[in-house]
């Protein structure tokens, strides 16, 4: 048997991707449908998330970060690449072989409404998991989801409640008790807190960190939310236009990001001290695109990457940006 | 990276339960109680489905008994509410065995509607693309033939009958149930909730079945109640033109039928099986209007 339980935990990352793409055709009306155009929306991401790390990927609305999480999921299938969990290709898998692997990588989505079937109670919801697995009977499967309810901060008699009947916060809580029951190795995280109200969303990134440390989890937190981000993540990745444009430990994003479009997000983070407000000065996307980092060649700390145009470079420790050398075309 | 000590672990924090909402259910019970065409529609259903049901506790004789030949055609009064007809049969008793006609065809083509509706529906809905195609085309064949010329064909074809109405009332009542079911699970089939289930390694078969169908009930129900009326308006033209359920069995159509011999005399053996089945068909389609705005607030009425 070659399932995912047989692995020895070890260096393999949880989870890898490897120059994953998205091609969308553009489609004309009419019966004969031609295909007009291709819309790229994820090119060639390649994403390292070690066991136990927690990764932030950022980038504005239609980056394509959501895209990325979801073909990661195996929820959207990707054009290119390879999506490997716990060094195991699962790309190519067919509906029956990728469903013990679909325990390994679980999801928490932003709307945590409609992520709740409005039809079960909160108890169904959370068991869920365990009932599509075959796992345990219904009476286990029910004080199994209990105590996960109780373990994210709710209450147990919750588990007769609907989902209409919580706040935002709390249907959240009910998300991850959802995604957690299972134990995966990785959770992505598509935007947990961007609905929440700031109070609520300090303890839902109080409750990822602890459930974190205690299950040895591996997150892929997808946010534009980069204070969020600054607070939960030890890496971060910036995509625009579907492409990553940098990689670097959290701490070297905020304090010598190159890419024109991380400082660019950087400069949106709210201020709260009036005094420090500077001017913002919004750039558009055109212009950020066309301003592609130049590096001299004593600032590439490792080997060159083959090819022409932007391209990721290594720049120092962990930190990788787009850019050309001196000299290049951009 | 690890929590900072000093932080209470957020699941400490054990969330007590607010006070119990109102469901969604008490709201459209509210919805429909606040229109009183329904409820009226309603009730007077009601009270045919009961009739109907108890009819040998209520009436004199048997629905087929000669029993009052010596007073056959005579008109409403004590003893004969609605009259006699002239095979000397207590017109009321065969006015209330009619409803049982009348509303098993109406409940059993809804019944069959909605079984042949919801997994068309489903399948339509759920899978898109080179399915759907292939259903909306059927009901748009379905839609564009008259159902009571196809249905005097095939009633003239097989010969009438009881099921074979109901199997012709359900092969023209499917299509509204397969629209509706086909619009819900097109409009919940993107929701996160069944991507969860999705990326859990749930089947199409599994998401449809506990989490598309269950989120369908509105919308099947309505389908249900509205196939109703159809089922009945259709056996009723089919009887009167006598392809429909074979006499002796009482039905109003073919009761219609036979007063219209008699209409410019006789005229309580014509009025009283119209009347009843212009206020059952009146009283259900209401019901079923009601039904559906109350269900689903942001469907109107087409």
Same mark, same amino acid.
């Given at each position: 048997?070659? +399932?995912?339980?047989?692995?020895?935990?070890?260096?393999?990352? !949880?989870?890898?991707?490897?120059?994953?793409?998205?091609?969308?055709?553009?489609?004309?009306?009419?019966?004969?449908?031609?295909?007009?155009?291709?819309?790229? !929306?994820? !090119?060639?991401?390649?994403?390292?998330?070690?066991?136990?790390?927690?990764?932030?990927?950022?980038?504005?609305?239609?980056? +394509?970060?959501?895209?990325?999480?979801?073909?990661?999921?195996?929820?959207?299938?990707?054009?290119?690449?390879? $999506?490997?969990?716990?060094?195991?290709?699962?790309?190519?898998? +067919?509906?029956?072989?990728?469903?013990?692997?679909?325990?390994?990588?679980?999801?928490?989505?932003?709307?945590?409404?409609?992520?709740?079937?409005?039809?079960?109670?909160?108890?169904?919801?959370?068991?869920?998991?365990?009932?599509?697995?075959?796992?345990?009977?219904?009476?286990?499967?029910?004080?199994?989801?209990?105590?996960?309810?109780?373990?994210?901060?709710?209450?147990?008699?919750?588990?007769?409640?609907?989902?209409?009947?919580?706040?935002?916060?709390?249907?959240?809580?009910?998300?991850?008790?959802?995604?957690?029951?299972?134990?995966?190795?990785?959770?992505?995280?598509?935007?947990?807190?961007? @609905?929440?109200?700031?109070?609520?969303? *300090?303890?839902?990134?109080?409750?990822?960190?602890?459930?974190? !440390?205690?299950?040895?989890?591996?997150?892929?937190?997808?946010?534009?939310?980069?204070?969020?981000?600054?607070?939960?993540?030890?890496?971060?990745?910036?995509?625009?236009? +579907?492409?990553?444009?940098?990689?670097?430990?959290?701490?070297?994003?905020?304090?010598?990001?190159?890419?024109?479009?991380?400082?660019?997000?950087?400069?949106?983070?709210?201020?709260?001290?009036?005094?420090?407000?500077?001017?913002?000065?919004?750039?558009?996307? *055109?212009?950020? *695109?066309?301003?592609?980092?130049?590096?001299?060649?004593?600032?590439?700390?490792?080997?060159?990457?083959?090819?022409?145009?932007?391209?990721?470079?290594? $720049?120092?420790?962990?930190?990788?940006?787009? @850019?050309?050398?001196?000299?290049?075309?951009? | 990276?690890?929590?900072?000590?000093?932080?209470? =672990?957020?699941?400490?924090?054990?969330?007590?339960?607010?006070?119990?909402?109102?469901?969604?259910?008490?709201?459209?019970?509210?919805?429909?109680?606040?229109?009183?065409?329904?409820?009226?529609?309603?009730?007077?259903?009601?009270?045919?489905?009961?009739?109907?049901?108890?009819?040998?506790?209520?009436?004199?004789?048997?629905?087929?008994?000669?029993?009052? #030949?010596? &007073?056959?055609?005579?008109? =409403?009064?004590?003893?004969?509410?609605?009259?006699? &007809?002239?095979?000397?049969? &207590?017109?009321?008793?065969?006015?209330?065995?009619?409803?049982?006609?009348? #509303?098993?065809?109406?409940?059993?083509?809804?019944?069959?509607?909605?079984?042949?509706?919801?997994?068309?529906?489903?399948?339509?809905?759920?899978?898109?693309?080179?399915?759907?195609?292939?259903?909306?085309?059927?009901?748009?064949?379905?839609?564009?033939? =008259?159902?009571?010329?196809?249905?005097?064909?095939?009633?003239?074809?097989?010969?009438?009958?009881?099921?074979?109405?109901?199997?012709?009332?359900?092969?023209?009542?499917?299509?509204?149930?397969?629209?509706?079911?086909?619009?819900?699970?097109?409009?919940?089939?993107?929701?996160?909730?069944?991507?969860?289930?999705?990326?859990?390694?749930?089947?199409?078969?599994?998401?449809?079945?506990?989490?598309?169908?269950?989120?369908?009930?509105?919308?099947?129900?309505?389908?249900?109640?509205?196939?109703?009326?159809?089922?009945?308006?259709?056996?009723?033209?089919?009887?009167? #033109?006598?392809?429909?359920?074979? =006499?002796?069995?009482?039905?109003?159509?073919?009761?219609?039928?036979?007063?219209?011999?008699?209409?410019?005399?006789?005229?309580?053996?014509?009025?009283?099986?119209?009347?009843? #089945?212009?206020?059952?068909?009146?009283?259900?389609?209401?019901?079923?209007?009601?039904?559906?705005?109350?269900?689903?607030?942001?469907?109107?009425?087409?």
């Amino acid at each position: 048997m070659s +399932g995912p339980d047989r692995i020895p935990p070890g260096a393999v990352p !949880a989870l890898e991707l490897r120059g994953l793409g998205k091609r969308f055709h553009l489609r004309s009306g009419g019966i004969l449908r031609r295909r007009v155009t291709e819309l790229r !929306a994820v !090119a060639d991401v390649d994403l390292v998330l070690p066991r136990g790390g927690i990764l932030g990927l950022v980038g504005e609305s239609g980056s +394509g970060k959501s895209t990325t999480g979801l073909m990661a999921l195996r929820l959207l299938e990707p054009s290119e690449g390879q $999506i490997l969990i716990e060094g195991t290709d699962v790309t190519a898998l +067919g509906h029956a072989a990728l469903k013990p692997w679909r325990r390994r990588v679980q999801v928490v989505f932003q709307d945590s409404y409609s992520a709740l079937d409005p039809m079960f109670t909160l108890a169904q919801v959370v068991a869920e998991p365990l009932r599509i697995h075959g796992i345990g009977d219904g009476a286990s499967r029910h004080r199994a989801a209990l105590d996960w309810l109780e373990r994210v901060g709710l209450h147990r008699s919750y588990g007769s409640r609907y989902a209409h009947e919580l706040s935002g916060g709390q249907r959240q809580r009910v998300a991850i008790a959802r995604a957690l029951i299972l134990e995966p190795a990785v959770l992505i995280a598509d935007e947990p807190t961007s @609905a929440l109200d700031v109070s609520v969303k *300090a303890q839902i990134i109080n409750l990822l960190q602890d459930l974190q !440390a205690e299950m040895d989890l591996s997150i892929l937190f997808i946010s534009h939310d980069l204070s969020v981000v600054r607070s939960l993540c030890d890496r971060v990745a910036v995509m625009f236009s +579907g492409r990553i444009v940098e990689e670097a430990p959290t701490e070297a994003i905020f304090t010598s990001a190159r890419h024109p479009y991380t400082r660019a997000l950087l400069d949106a983070i709210p201020v709260l001290d009036p005094r420090q407000r500077r001017r913002r000065t919004f750039r558009d996307r *055109a212009e950020i *695109a066309r301003d592609v980092p130049v590096l001299r060649r004593g600032e590439v700390t490792g080997p060159v990457p083959e090819g022409a145009g932007p391209r990721l470079m290594p $720049i120092g420790p962990d930190h990788r940006v787009a @850019a050309v050398l001196e000299g290049e075309a951009a | 990276m690890t929590a900072e000590p000093n932080v209470a =672990p957020a699941a400490a924090v054990l969330a007590k339960p607010a006070k119990r909402q109102r469901g969604p259910l008490w709201f459209a019970w509210r919805r429909f109680l606040a229109n009183r065409a329904a409820v009226v529609g309603g009730s007077v259903l009601g009270i045919i489905t009961l009739m109907a049901i108890f009819a040998p506790w209520i009436t004199p004789a048997g629905p087929t008994a000669q029993a009052f #030949l010596t &007073d056959a055609l005579a008109f =409403p009064s004590a003893q004969h509410w609605m009259g006699v &007809d002239d095979l000397g049969r &207590d017109f009321f008793t065969r006015i209330v065995y009619g409803a049982r006609v009348s #509303l098993t065809i109406g409940f059993s083509a809804a019944l069959f509607s909605v079984v042949i509706g919801i997994p068309l529906g489903a399948a339509a809905g759920f899978f898109g693309g080179r399915t759907d195609w292939v259903i909306m085309r059927v009901i748009e064949i379905f839609s564009v033939v =008259p159902p009571l010329l196809a249905a005097m064909l095939l009633g003239a074809l097989t010969g009438g009958g009881f099921w074979m109405i109901v199997a012709i009332a359900a092969l023209f009542g499917w299509v509204q149930v397969c629209l509706l079911v086909r619009a819900q699970i097109k409009a919940f089939k993107e929701k996160e909730f069944v991507r969860a289930a999705q990326a859990l390694g749930a089947s199409p078969a599994y998401v449809i079945r506990v989490h598309l169908i269950p989120n369908s009930v509105s919308p099947i129900i309505i389908g249900f109640v509205l196939a109703i009326p159809l089922a009945m308006m259709l056996e009723a033209s089919l009887s009167f #033109l006598g392809v429909g359920v074979p =006499p002796p069995t009482p039905s109003w159509g073919q009761m219609i039928n036979n007063g219209m011999n008699f209409m410019y005399f006789y005229w309580h053996l014509a009025v009283f099986p119209t009347v009843a #089945l212009a206020v059952t068909v009146l009283a259900t389609s209401l019901f079923g209007d009601g039904l559906r705005d109350a269900l689903d607030p942001t469907m109107k009425a087409r």
